[in-house]
């Protein structure tokens, strides 16, 4: 999957003879780098995989912190997945489909393994499993943001970026926190 995506990012960069894409209509604005497309590439799959488990944690939680959290992020990461793909459009980049099986061998993403367990489990069982899965699945988000922060150009993917560092290290933290007590 992530050769892949390089191969769309490069080819779409050949395409359009630089080494960046436009900046999204803002002329005051850097143009995008291949870091920030690639930002956005990933990071929609990634998003999508955390609504589809938390959907799993809206139906079979009992833990009112599990359904909140789960709630609470799948509501914000959809928002964000429609940043994305704006900006994805703007730079003439098509916005990644939703590929699940193609989803699960990318970098970060639960496998499919992972995902019939949760499916499977129950109860505490269920709740334990999600809320592990979900700090993991977040700690490589964060991983990949700070990434894109530090290698991307384009002011408001860099800027969402961030937003998700801070974000998803809090949901981190309170994961982290519940799992204690």
Known sequence: MRARLLIIVLGLLALTGCSSVGGGGNPSE?????????????????????????????????????TDVAGKIAT????????????LRSWNIPVPGDDAAAAHKMAGMMTAKDVESLKAATGKQFDELFLAALSRHLRSGVDMAKNAQAKGVHVGSKALAGKIVVSQTEVIDQIAAKRKS
């Open 30 to 66: 850097p143009a995008a780098n291949k870091d920030d497309a690639t930002f956005s590439l990933q990071m929609i799959p990634h998003h999508r995989q955390t609504i589809e488990i938390s959907k799993l944690a809206a139906e079979k939680s009992q833990d009112p912190f599990v």
């Open 76 to 87: 914000v990461e959809a928002g964000e997945i429609e940043q994305m793909a704006t900006y």
